[in-house]
Protein backbone atom coordinates (compact mmCIF):
# COMPACT_ATOMS: atom_id res chain seq x y z
CA UNK A 1 0.00 0.00 0.00
CA UNK A 2 1.41 3.79 -0.57
CA UNK A 3 2.46 6.13 2.06
CA UNK A 4 -0.39 8.57 2.83
CA UNK A 5 1.86 11.51 0.74
CA UNK A 6 2.58 9.59 -2.13
CA UNK A 7 -1.32 8.97 -2.45
CA UNK A 8 -1.85 13.04 -2.02
CA UNK A 9 0.43 13.42 -4.52
CA UNK A 10 -1.15 11.27 -7.02
CA UNK A 11 -4.46 12.17 -6.30
CA UNK A 12 -3.47 15.97 -6.65
CA UNK A 13 -1.35 15.27 -10.06
CA UNK A 14 -4.17 12.87 -11.63
CA UNK A 15 -6.68 16.10 -11.07
CA UNK A 16 -4.71 18.91 -12.25
CA UNK A 17 -5.57 20.06 -8.49
CA UNK A 18 -3.40 22.96 -7.03
CA UNK A 19 -3.90 24.37 -3.52
CA UNK A 20 -6.59 23.79 -1.55
CA UNK A 21 -6.83 20.84 0.98
CA UNK A 22 -6.84 17.09 0.82
CA UNK A 23 -9.72 15.60 2.64
CA UNK A 24 -8.33 12.22 4.41
CA UNK A 25 -10.87 9.71 5.78
CA UNK A 26 -9.88 6.12 7.47
CA UNK A 27 -6.38 6.81 5.86
CA UNK A 28 -7.34 7.32 2.39
CA UNK A 29 -7.97 9.97 -0.02
CA UNK A 30 -11.25 11.00 -0.22
CA UNK A 31 -11.74 14.54 -2.24
CA UNK A 32 -10.55 17.94 -2.00
CA UNK A 33 -11.81 21.40 -1.69
CA UNK A 34 -10.79 24.57 -2.07
CA UNK A 35 -11.40 26.03 1.40
CA UNK A 36 -12.75 25.20 4.11
CA UNK A 37 -15.59 26.65 5.11
CA UNK A 38 -18.45 23.66 4.70
CA UNK A 39 -17.50 21.45 7.55
CA UNK A 40 -20.94 19.95 7.51
CA UNK A 41 -20.09 18.20 4.18
CA UNK A 42 -17.64 15.95 5.25
CA UNK A 43 -17.97 13.67 8.13
CA UNK A 44 -16.04 13.87 11.56
CA UNK A 45 -13.11 12.32 11.87
CA UNK A 46 -11.90 13.53 8.64
CA UNK A 47 -8.43 15.25 7.89
CA UNK A 48 -8.15 18.16 5.49
CA UNK A 49 -4.31 18.50 4.45
CA UNK A 50 -3.03 21.26 2.81
CA UNK A 51 0.04 21.30 0.75
CA UNK A 52 3.01 22.47 3.48
CA UNK A 53 1.44 19.62 5.85
CA UNK A 54 -1.02 21.53 7.95
CA UNK A 55 -4.06 19.42 9.17
CA UNK A 56 -7.28 20.00 10.36
CA UNK A 57 -9.70 17.49 11.65
CA UNK A 58 -13.66 17.68 11.33
CA UNK A 59 -15.34 17.65 14.82
CA UNK A 60 -18.19 17.96 16.08
CA UNK A 61 -21.88 17.30 14.51
CA UNK A 62 -22.74 13.12 12.78
CA UNK A 63 -22.20 10.98 10.04
CA UNK A 64 -25.79 11.98 8.79
CA UNK A 65 -25.37 15.38 9.10
CA UNK A 66 -21.43 16.34 8.93
CA UNK A 67 -18.78 17.91 11.16
CA UNK A 68 -19.74 21.15 12.94
CA UNK A 69 -16.21 22.73 12.54
CA UNK A 70 -12.81 22.12 11.66
CA UNK A 71 -9.80 22.43 13.84
CA UNK A 72 -6.25 22.72 13.79
CA UNK A 73 -3.84 20.58 14.35
CA UNK A 74 -0.40 21.70 14.14
Do not use: H
Request: hydrophobic share 30%; with cysteine; aromatic share 12%.
Amino acid sequence: MKCLKQQIKEFLEERGYQGGYTIVSDSEVSGWTKNLDNPGGWMPGCAAIDENGNQWVATGGNDYDGAERWEGEF
